[in-house]
């Protein structure tokens, strides 16, 4: 099997069809049938790192992985009591803003809504994250974060349809660190990386210290991959099983094919991460698989290496055709 995959992998990329591959690791049954390591430019959010030759033991960034990882801390945090019941009214967990919650349409607004994105507030990502015309990146620089998202005028209905909206992730990761005390990288390596044997991570954070909730996270390809085996083993006794089947479940309807539930993509078979560039990781119980992916196509084509990985290389090679 391992001799299949790899020979797949060795075509698509002599074909030139993985521009920007720079890892990834395959779980299936418990034991990995491929791992391939690349070289090329790379970049830590903007800071550009040079030409980089990646190793097992390379930090790379997630990007928006990191929201699916807040997805899976806000339910460690729920199970110790420090956070609310995703049907709380947010804003009563935000008592700074008492004029945001007189507005009765504020006010409505649950946990529930940031944690599926569908809080129905004006957000744009779709300037490039080098520019402040992107609402992540005019969160990150504003004064305060949460304000920033919490004030953003109501163009719909909350809970009615989803808004991709790393402001979201950055309202979930507030109230972690509000319950907690503790800064949400601290709490990520206490009660969710040491337990899972994860020694070295990295977590981008503003001049202020907060991290980037939305997607400054940074793991190596290995500890991507025991992210998603985490999944695929149902919490592993560090994520609470109960919180994975809320998390996993299709609550609201992104595409043909794809739900969302609580900062975790949903298929049929699958569900997933996904973050700028190409950083992918997908879990599909019924194969029994894990994939992790980084790759290097910022601000590029929407996954089009990882796809390519995924479907044409891994799926096509143990007999599925697509996601």
């Not at 992998?9 to 034991?31: I, K, T």
């Not at 601290?186 to 909730?213: C, K, N």
Request: aromatic fraction near 8%; proline fraction near 6%.
């Amino acid at each position: 099997m391992s001799d299949t995959l790899t020979d797949r992998l060795a075509l698509a990329l002599d074909q030139g069809r993985l521009p920007g591959l720079h890892a990834v690791v395959v779980l299936r049954h418990g034991r990995v049938i491929l791992e391939h390591y690349g070289e090329g430019e790379d970049f830590r959010l903007n800071e550009p790192l040079g030409r980089v030759r990646f190793t097992p033991d390379t930090l790379h960034d997630v990007r928006s992985v990191t929201k699916s990882v807040v997805g899976l801390l806000y339910g460690v945090a729920l199970a110790d009591g420090r956070v609310p019941e995703p049907r709380e009214p947010l804003l009563r967990h935000f008592p700074e803003y008492p004029d945001l919650a007189e507005d009765p349409r504020r006010a409505a607004l649950t946990v529930e809504h940031a944690l599926t994105m569908t809080l129905g507030l004006e957000w744009d990502e779709s300037a490039p994250y080098t520019s402040a015309a992107n609402s992540e990146i005019a969160m990150e620089l504003a004064p305060d974060r949460s304000r920033y998202v919490l004030e953003q005028r109501i163009v719909d209905e909350p809970g009615r349809r989803w808004s991709y909206c790393g402001g979201a992730s950055a309202l979930v990761a507030r109230l972690i660190e509000k319950g907690t005390g503790r800064a949400v990288q601290d709490y990520a390596r206490a009660r969710l990386f040491e337990p899972l044997g994860i020694t070295r991570f990295e977590w981008s954070a503003g001049e202020d210290g907060v991290a980037f909730a939305a997607s400054g996270l940074r793991l190596t390809p290995r500890d991507l991959l025991a992210i998603g085996r985490l999944v695929l083993d149902g919490g592993g006794g560090v994520v609470p099983s109960s919180w994975l089947k809320a998390a996993l479940h299709p609550r609201v309807r992104i595409d043909e094919g794809r739900h969302y539930g609580y900062h975790w993509y949903v298929g049929d078979t699958w569900t997933g991460g996904t973050g700028n560039g190409g950083q992918l990781i997908h879990v599909s119980p019924e194969l029994d698989l894990v994939v992790a992916i980084n790759a290097g196509q910022y601000d590029g084509p929407d996954r089009s290496t990882a796809s390519v990985v995924l479907d044409e290389v891994i799926l096509a090679g143990i007999g599925r055709r697509t996601a």
